[in-house]
């Protein structure tokens, strides 16, 4: 028995077409896959009976790994206080990005909520991230985001 790769990470949205604004124009993620679900399969998977599901899962276009973003249509979305990160049951996706910097700036500007600027790791050591910083989607789910240096010559690490 083993663990073969890690699939997907979901995030279940109350408004699809205003996470698709984020998670694809705004990220610029790609949208691998897009479809209704319902049907006994999906009713047993996720245990509510007469399950229907809206989901999209989007990534960089690599098919390594993708942020699935689920909304219920029956039982419908309902929204829930958020745990605060430090609190047992919070959640995050950490995110690689090449210029940390250059997304902080742009989603700021377009008023995406951010815990701090980008703050950045003294002598950080690859393939740790030299930079980091927390931000919220639409619905309050957190993103890190992330930036390494530059990988050395006989780096083995993704």
Known sequence: MEVQ?????GFVVSDMERSLAFYRDMLGLSIERDQILEGEFISELVGYPDARLHIVYLGPGDMRHSVELIQYLNPPSVAAEMPQRFQVGATHLGVMVDDLDAFYEEL???GVRFVSPPAERPNPVYPAARKGCYMQDPDG???ELLERGPAPPNATSV
């Open 5 to 9: 790769w890690m699939n997907h990470t």
């Open 108 to 110: 700021s500007a377009q």
């Open 141 to 143: 789910n957190w993103l």
